[in-house]
Structure formats: structure tokens, C-alpha cells
């Protein structure tokens, strides 16, 4: 263990630690953010041809680098809670390239079930928090978040060895790589802004537990709900509100979020005229 993690480790001075990287962190979002702007997009996928592009990256992720799912034909990687789904993708503006993708499952009544109670119901052992206490309209998970190698691959990286390689300089200016870190965030940001606009109020998702922790970090404090369980690697069933989100969101992370939480309010304003005006 080396010492910075003995330090987080130690229950003073790791407690200590942890709000002074917390507080770093936090600062850095205000330019963060601005970076953000600059060089990455959020996307709600309000047609299929961003549809496609959603299931593209996950194909990409995980059926041909991590092998969770079998390669499909067609290049697209979908399944049976797409249809209940809403989607949003993070675009490189530089290179146009879609860099990532998030789903947010909802359920409309008891026949459609979110994949947490489908596949990882008995991990749930708050019943408090279970998804069966609440209003099914009410309800939604976080799934099926990737993002490409490409825009994970960081410069520290080449210094570990590591066998996915660099950004490649010549491609990706410094300043664009203190952004690839935030994506992830950026995705959970979008997630939320989705569901808190169309009426989501208990949001669940499968994720590792280290994961979580560094979400902690910013303020995204997502709730425990059980014991690790083998789904996808070691991961944990854990909860979060709007309430919990946006009161526990650190100063600078709220620029962040503000910045998304526009972007994406407005593309969902336009979807909505546009599918009334179709209708007329």
C-alpha cells in the first residue's frame, strides 16, 4: 500500500486527507467546467441515428474490449431495456468524435422491471431504499455507462506501462487532457439532469465500490444498499436522490453541473416542441 493510500486509510489524517483532496478537486471544477465547455458536448440521444451511436460505443466497450457481452453483427449493442431508456452521449467537439455513453432506465408499471431487479434484486438488503416501496414512474437506473479506450487513456499511463497506451499529443492538447478524467462525472451529471426533468425522484445503479468512493469525493454521495456481489466484476447495488445530489454536491462540481444540466435541459425542451409539433 503506498502512502497516500495508508494516509487515507488512517482514521484522522485520512479524514483530513480525503477534504483536502476533496477540496482540490472541487476548485479545479470551476476551470474544469470551463474546459468542459470547450472541448466536450453533452448529447441527449432524441433520435435513432444518436441512438445508434449510444449503441455503437457500447459495443465498442463491451462486447469488443471488455468481452461482457458477445459481438454482434451489426456493431451495436442493445438490449431489452433500451425501450425503456433514455440516453445522453458525450461528444469530442474538436474531433467530433462521441466520446461516451449513459442510459437512465425508467419503468412505466410492474411489467417493466430495471435491471437491478431483475438480475441483482436479492443484493438489495435496505428495504427501506428497495425499488418496490416506491411509485413505479418514480424510479430509474443508472446502466450501461462507457466510455471509449481512446478517451481513457491518460499520460500517466505510459509511465505505468500500462498495455492501453497514451492520448497521442499530436491528437489531444493538454489542456483537453484534464477533461477526459471529468467524462465519467460528466455522464452521472447527465443521468441525473434526465431524470430530475422527467419526474425521476430514486435512482439506483451497479457500480464498483471504488467508484463510488471517488464519487464521494465531489459530493456525489451515493447510499450503500448491500454486499458486493460478482455481476460484471465486484460491484454494489447503491441509491441516490435529488436531494441527496444536490445537496451534498461540492461548490465547484455545481458550475460542472450547471454547465451540463443547460446543455441538456435545452435539447430536451426542443425534443418536446418537436414532438408536439409532429403530432399536430
Given at each position: 500500500?503506498?502512502?497516500?493510500?495508508?494516509?487515507?486509510?488512517?482514521?484522522?489524517?485520512?479524514?483530513?486527507?480525503?477534504?483536502?483532496?476533496?477540496?482540490?478537486?472541487?476548485?479545479?471544477?470551476?476551470?474544469?467546467?470551463?474546459?468542459?465547455?470547450?472541448?466536450?458536448?453533452?448529447?441527449?440521444?432524441?433520435?435513432?441515428?444518436?441512438?445508434?451511436?449510444?449503441?455503437?460505443?457500447?459495443?465498442?466497450?463491451?462486447?469488443?474490449?471488455?468481452?461482457?457481452?458477445?459481438?454482434?453483427?451489426?456493431?451495436?449493442?442493445?438490449?431489452?431495456?433500451?425501450?425503456?431508456?433514455?440516453?445522453?452521449?458525450?461528444?469530442?467537439?474538436?474531433?467530433?468524435?462521441?466520446?461516451?455513453?449513459?442510459?437512465?432506465?425508467?419503468?412505466?408499471?410492474?411489467?417493466?422491471?430495471?435491471?437491478?431487479?431483475?438480475?441483482?434484486?436479492?443484493?438489495?438488503?435496505?428495504?427501506?431504499?428497495?425499488?418496490?416501496?416506491?411509485?413505479?414512474?418514480?424510479?430509474?437506473?443508472?446502466?450501461?455507462?462507457?466510455?471509449?479506450?481512446?478517451?481513457?487513456?491518460?499520460?500517466?499511463?505510459?509511465?505505468?506501462?500500462?498495455?492501453?497506451?497514451?492520448?497521442?499529443?499530436?491528437?489531444?492538447?493538454?489542456?483537453?487532457?484534464?477533461?477526459?478524467?471529468?467524462?465519467?462525472?460528466?455522464?452521472?451529471?447527465?443521468?441525473?439532469?434526465?431524470?430530475?426533468?422527467?419526474?425521476?425522484?430514486?435512482?439506483?445503479?451497479?457500480?464498483?465500490?471504488?467508484?463510488?468512493?471517488?464519487?464521494?469525493?465531489?459530493?456525489?454521495?451515493?447510499?450503500?444498499?448491500?454486499?458486493?456481489?460478482?455481476?460484471?466484476?465486484?460491484?454494489?447495488?447503491?441509491?441516490?436522490?435529488?436531494?441527496?445530489?444536490?445537496?451534498?454536491?461540492s461548490p465547484g462540481f455545481k458550475s460542472l453541473y450547471k454547465t451540463i444540466e443547460k446543455d441538456?435541459?435545452?435539447?430536451?425542451?426542443?425534443?418536446?416542441?418537436?414532438?408536439?409539433?409532429?403530432?399536430?
Amino acid at each position: 500500500m503506498n502512502w497516500n493510500k495508508r494516509l487515507l486509510n488512517t482514521p484522522i489524517i485520512g479524514n483530513i486527507t480525503k477534504r483536502i483532496v476533496s477540496a482540490k478537486a472541487s476548485r479545479e471544477a470551476h476551470s474544469i467546467s470551463e474546459h468542459f465547455t470547450a472541448f466536450l458536448q453533452p448529447y441527449v440521444a432524441v433520435d435513432q441515428k444518436l441512438k445508434d451511436e449510444v449503441f455503437r460505443i457500447r459495443h465498442n466497450v463491451y462486447c469488443e474490449e471488455l468481452a461482457f457481452e458477445d459481438v454482434r453483427e451489426d456493431g451495436l449493442e442493445t438490449d431489452e431495456f433500451d425501450q425503456q431508456s433514455l440516453f445522453s452521449l458525450i461528444k469530442h467537439k474538436p474531433t467530433e468524435t462521441f466520446t461516451s455513453c449513459v442510459r437512465l432506465v425508467t419503468s412505466n408499471g410492474p411489467d417493466e422491471l430495471l435491471p437491478i431487479e431483475k438480475y441483482c434484486m436479492d443484493s438489495i438488503t435496505n428495504e427501506d431504499l428497495s425499488p418496490k416501496r416506491f411509485n413505479r414512474k418514480e424510479i430509474a437506473e443508472i446502466s450501461r455507462l462507457a466510455v471509449k479506450s481512446d478517451f481513457r487513456r491518460r499520460k500517466a499511463d505510459h509511465f505505468k506501462g500500462s498495455s492501453t497506451g497514451v492520448i497521442s499529443e499530436v491528437n489531444y492538447s493538454e489542456t483537453e487532457l484534464r477533461c477526459f478524467p471529468f467524462i465519467a462525472i460528466g455522464l452521472y451529471m447527465a443521468a441525473a439532469t434526465m431524470g430530475m426533468n422527467t419526474g425521476i425522484r430514486h435512482v439506483y445503479v451497479m457500480m464498483e465500490p471504488r467508484l463510488a468512493r471517488s464519487m464521494n469525493f465531489i459530493g456525489i454521495n451515493f447510499q450503500q444498499l448491500g454486499k458486493p456481489v460478482d455481476y460484471h466484476g465486484l460491484r454494489a447495488p447503491y441509491y441516490i436522490n435529488p436531494a441527496i445530489f444536490m445537496n451534498n454536491l461540492s461548490p465547484g462540481f455545481k458550475s460542472l453541473y450547471k454547465t451540463i444540466e443547460k446543455d441538456i435541459c435545452l435539447q430536451l425542451a426542443q425534443a418536446d416542441l418537436a414532438s408536439l409539433k409532429s403530432n399536430k
